[in-house]
């Protein structure tokens, strides 16, 4: 079975500055998608940003971007000049290329912005 | 209203009460799911509906009972709970359910259930 793993249950960076979250997943699968989401204290959960494993480039949507090592089976997710609106928690989660009724999250990071 | 909706957004029974939670999205998709998330746990996936069938139930107690009356419209029915049932109760939808590739879930704001 799949299983995510976020090790860091609580960080905290200061504004302006970048922050790196870490999230490794265990699968025998050689396909499937992995996802970053985030839920702010509101707690309407939103996809920050997804990765394709057979993609090696690493995504990236604005100041989010991930470094994915499918060897190492870690995708950690880099926020660059952090705001305080980035304050969250933040879900690593994953899903198989064919199953894809089942996202598998992890126990999430709570991200602490600080002015 | 936009997106998915849920209501209410907080609620507080009796271990003999019946309740029902909602959810509704405005998406146009097929597929619909429930998640629970307690403190310091992954969220759980427990029901998924697909075009209206239930297509997972994942091993969850028979006191939650789901209802998909149409493809917009989801339902979480709560009775005899327990207090460990207490935990954010989270919706989400999908264009479909199934099928292999890109399938982005959008979840609501989620209910925030006590059990006392």
């Known amino acids: 079975a799949q299983t995510v793993t976020q090790s860091q249950p609580e960080m905290s960076v200061q504004e302006a500055e970048t922050v790196t979250l870490s999230c490794t997943y265990d699968?025998?699968?050689?396909?499937?998608?992995l996802f970053w989401y985030k839920q702010p204290p509101s707690r309407q959960m939103i996809l920050v940003i997804r990765?394709?494993?057979?993609?090696?480039q690493n995504a990236t949507e604005n100041r989010f971007s991930v470094n994915f090592q499918k060897a190492a089976k870690s995708f950690s997710l880099k926020i660059s000049d952090s705001q305080l609106g980035d304050a969250a928690m933040y879900f690593c989660?994953?899903?198989?290329?064919?199953?894809?009724?089942?996202?598998?999250f992890g126990t999430g990071t709570r991200l602490q912005v600080f002015p | 209203e936009t997106g998915v909706t849920q209501t209410p957004r907080h609620l507080v029974m009796g271990m003999t009460n019946k309740k029902s939670l909602k959810c509704e999205q405005h998406?146009?998709?097929?597929?619909m799911y429930w998640y629970k998330q307690s403190a310091k746990k992954p969220l759980e996936l427990m029901f998924v509906?697909?075009?209206?069938?239930?297509?997972e139930n994942n091993s969850v107690p028979s006191r939650f009972s789901p209802e998909c009356p149409n493809s917009s419209h989801l339902f979480l029915h709560l009775h005899t709970l327990q207090p460990e049932d207490s935990a954010l109760y989270l919706c989400?939808?999908?264009?479909?359910?199934?099928?292999?590739?890109?399938?982005?879930?959008?979840f609501g704001p989620g209910t925030r259930l006590t059990v006392l």
């Open positions: 699968t025998s699968e050689s396909d499937y998608y």
């Open positions: 998406l146009g998709h097929n597929a």
């Open positions: 509906y697909n075009f209206k069938e239930q297509t």
């Open positions: 989660a994953y899903r198989g290329l064919y199953n894809t009724d089942k996202l598998i």
């Open positions: 989400a939808s999908s264009l479909h359910s199934g099928t292999s590739g890109d399938n982005e879930q959008f």
């Open positions: 990765q394709e494993a057979y993609k090696q």
